[in-house]
């Protein structure tokens, strides 16, 4: 989940540019791809030429360059100390973490509320538990069983069921992850699909990554964390630690100062050895990182603005760069950029209550932590002809309407709510919200091309019904919409049903790193064992929604994209009529009443195991 183009993290700031679509049929590999090899580390992208060799240097304060300087010490030896533990003592080692980020965990989501300006009794502060400590909890368990499988000789995959889409790719069956996850979550399900010509075989070999060569250093990575969402910087540091062989200093975005203290007592078993070391600082800070030559990888989560800059320079001489093809960045670089993400409501035979419900999910994907999400749904994407498509419009604007208040506490989200109102004067406004719900004359152009990073969701009307809306409707996703990353499909029971072996072909075609059916994209972040990142074949030129994966619990290798399925309708509506869940409302809904308590829940559940406090919990998720 990547912050916008206002993100400072790493910023030699050039202004927001409209991305382009990067989608084409056969478009290449990422210059960067993710692989068990860190010996890639060590090879620059570009060697600077003459031009980019007389780029000054950032200046930065003495104070700062002195602590910066400090911690580089650290994980230079920090860096000798973890090639020389085996997988076996690093799985030890990620035992104790999971520990202290439980200790952190409550701090860590109150203060992350606060910093988000939600009332001591709001509801939303689950979001917090969930997207903060109880994401990181989980990938951590996960990443303990990848290591201790790796540690007994046996493939992270080797239990692992897999099947062969219409496209003929494996897909590994990954999530749940484990029996928590079947409980808890049941109903839902993730595949990781591998890319094209990659047998089972290969993937059980490969899996692992640089677990299968701890010995071999990746050297000093440089993570700059998003301002968005807590658990971001912390996943990117452990992924890169485990999938590269990398000591990290992670650069905190500014947003998120407040919890440098907490992630410092939750990383503390990395902390100690020098394996990893946290900073803080604005734009030039990030600037003076990033033109180092003790770092042999950066990693950002952020926009695709602040990539350019650091790639190419800001302004006119860095993009004179861009088009000459000469890097200001001497090293390689992975991104999780976002786009403007889809949702595509498949028409069928929906009940009322399918309405409702179907309308506060998709209010969800849009206007969960106010809507500051790469992944945040943005554009709903409807058949015209579908005989329910008022009363379904309907539903959604009570829904959009009615959602609990929150503040929009991003920085710069209300120029970017002026400027969807300028495209859109006719638009509906609920307090901070934007509904734009495009018209026949309507230029639907900056809809699709700008990703708001704030409560601004669209509604797009296609022709047809069936097999031929969805297949209109993913033509739309892949060629019309700026990014890769995420692309939500809602389809009932009957209508896939009758569909068959067309709806998974239409999913292969959708060309995006992270595929939602029934549930949100957003969901897919939390799910350990899943990938996160944009589809394949960005560049350094052409980045769209970035370059590389990072969670991916198991550590595959090969990795295409990930497919999320979950159930069309909650319980106890479900019984019977489509997939199999528990769950009634999902704590995740921002119109949960009791979000918070079953949020915190089942984090606790993460830490302690206590069946008698699970009870409770889930006593509370009926009361939604």
Known sequence: MSTPESDETASRAAEPTKKTPSRRAGAVKPVIPPSKSTTTAKKSVAKKSAETKSAPTPKIDASTRERIDAALAALRSGSAVWSSLSVAQRRTLLSRLRRTVGDAAEEWANVAADSK??????????????????????????????????ADGVSPLAKTKTSITPSGQVAAHVFPADAVDANLLSGFTG???LERGVTAEQARRDAGLAQLTPGESGGIGLVLGAGNITSIPVLDVIYELLAHNRVVLLKVNPTQDRLVPIFRRALLPLIEPGFVRIISG?????????????????????????????????????????????????????GELGGVSPIIVVPGPWTRADLDYQAEHIVTMRLQNSGHNCIAGQVVVISKDWDQRDDFLAALERAYASAPRRPVWYPNSAPKLAAAETSYPDALRFGERVLVEIEPGDDPHDLQTTEYFSPVLGVVQLDGTGQGFLDTAVAYANDELVGTLGANVLIDPVTQKRLGDRFERAIQDLRYGNIAINGWTGFSFTAPTLSWGAFPGHTLADVGSGIGIVHNGLLLDHVERSVLRGPFRPFPRSVGRGTWTILPKPPWFVTSRTANTVSEGFTRFRIDGNPVGLVKTLLAALRS
């Not at 001591?120 to 990181?136: F, H, I, K, Q, V």
């Not at 800070?285 to 042999?296: E, I, K, M, N, R």
């Not at 320079?313 to 090293?331: I, M, V, Y």
């Open 282 to 334: 604005g734009g030039d800070v990030g600037a003076y990182l990033t033109a180092s030559d003790a770092f042999s990888h950066v990693h950002i989560t952020g926009s695709a603005a602040t990539f350019d800059a650091i790639v190419w320079g800001p302004g006119a001489a860095g993009e004179k760069r861009k088009q000459t093809g000469a890097p200001l960045l001497d090293k390689p670089i992975t």
């Open 191 to 193: 595949e990781v699909w």
């Open 117 to 150: 300006q939600l009332a001591a009794d709001s509801p939303l502060r689950g979001e917090e538990w969930l997207s903060g400590p109880y994401a990181t909890l989980s990938a951590l368990g996960v990443y303990e069983r990848t290591l201790a499988a790796i």
